[in-house]
């Protein structure tokens, strides 16, 4: 009998899992055992042969610094599945390392993608979680689920709002009685204000960087308010004049003009999501707030921004990295609203 016991926990028995498959980062949840990966979403590949070396942190750690036989490579881009092979290996390796697919059962799965894409782009997500051995596949929009790991009540009959700055893609949405009631979503977010100071420092300064050096300034100096932060960072990198290796010191005065443009990208889609919305919803968002999540909610001086831009209260989730994996579990747990 205890033989026969080890055996089905050793092949599970169709565990639950929430996947938020992010432009940056995986971040999966098991029921019962929390959040189980957390990882850049990166896949190494030799280039010849298209064989997959390694994915998550491992291959992030070569971005920028493979020889010409191996290649990283982010197979999403703006939210959206660029690669779908890669993107299914990569899946299929994270799903192999958690252990929740058997021989006898398969895992019931809620993968998480942003609002407004097309049919065709929720189908390609649907069927990598397929490919990767889901027994059923759930597919919900990110900010409907941020707002739930957020802590919000989205069943109430009274409006919540959130904004989930991701890597790819920002959505805002309002939602009431448990659904969206109006939203947007742009490809403003994470990646492009690394891009951002990328191109700042090449035009201001004539020096090339990477991604992943561009990632640590908006991190360490970053911010979206002027003169909230006022901190400065050496960074290295190669002077296009010479050609040879080359540092600069960069500012967080810097850092914000770099960004400014994306964020009021930022605002005048939210401004446009407020005016496009029923008065008596607009009412209780004033009252309510807006939550902010996501890994662009760290900005410095975003909370500061968004109230003086949109004149209503900003709150910054408790854990906005987390949000929507964590809104992935609360749902798992009433799997009766995802079916129906």
């Not at 690669?83 to 799965?109: C, H, Q, S, W, Y």
């Not at 065709?120 to 759930?138: D, F, P, Q, T, W």
């Not at 446009?272 to 029923?278: A, D, Q, R």
Request: proline content about 4%; overall charge neutral.
């Amino acid at each position: 009998m205890k033989k026969g016991r080890n055996f089905m926990l050793k092949f599970g028995l169709g565990q639950d899992v929430g996947i938020d498959l992010g432009t940056a980062n995986v971040l999966i949840y098991v029921k019962g055992q929390g959040i189980v990966i957390n990882e850049p979403s990166v896949v190494a590949i030799e280039t010849e042969s298209k064989k997959v070396l390694s994915v998550g942190e491992e291959a992030h750690q070569m971005l920028g610094r493979t020889p010409g036989k191996v290649r990283s490579i982010r197979p999403l881009k703006d939210g959206v599945i660029a690669d779908f092979e890669l993107t299914e290996a990569m899946l299929n390796n994270f799903i192999k390392k958690i252990k929740v697919k058997g021989v006898f059962t398969r895992p019931r799965i809620l993968i998480c993608c942003p609002s407004n894409i097309t049919q065709v782009e929720r189908n390609a997500i649907r069927e990598v979680a397929e490919s990767a051995g889901a027994k059923k596949v759930y597919v919900e929009e990110e900010p409907k689920v941020a707002a739930v790991g957020a802590g919000l009540d989205i069943s109430a009959p009274s409006a919540s709002m959130v904004i989930d700055i991701g890597g790819g893609t920002t959505d805002i949405a309002i939602l009431s009685l448990g659904d969206i009631v109006n939203s947007k979503s742009i490809r403003v977010a994470g990646d492009l204000f690394d891009t951002e100071i990328i191109k700042y420092v090449k035009n201001k300064y004539k020096l090339l960087i990477g991604e992943r050096t561009s990632e640590d300034v908006k991190i360490k100096i970053g911010t979206v308010y002027p003169d909230a932060k006022k901190e400065k960072m050496l960074i290295r990198g190669r002077d296009m004049i010479t050609g040879l290796p080359s540092s600069i010191t960069i500012s967080s005065k810097e850092v914000e003009e770099a960004l400014h443009e994306s964020i009021h990208k930022i605002v005048l889609a939210t401004k446009s999501v407020l005016e496009e919305t029923m008065p008596e919803l607009s009412a209780d968002i004033v009252t309510n707030g807006i939550v902010v999540t996501g890994g662009g909610a760290l900005l410095n001086g975003l909370k500061k921004l968004l109230e003086e831009e949109l004149k209503v209260p900003i709150k910054i989730a408790d854990s906005p990295l987390t949000c929507v994996v964590d809104g992935t579990k609360v749902m798992l747990d009433n799997i009766k609203l995802l079916e129906k």
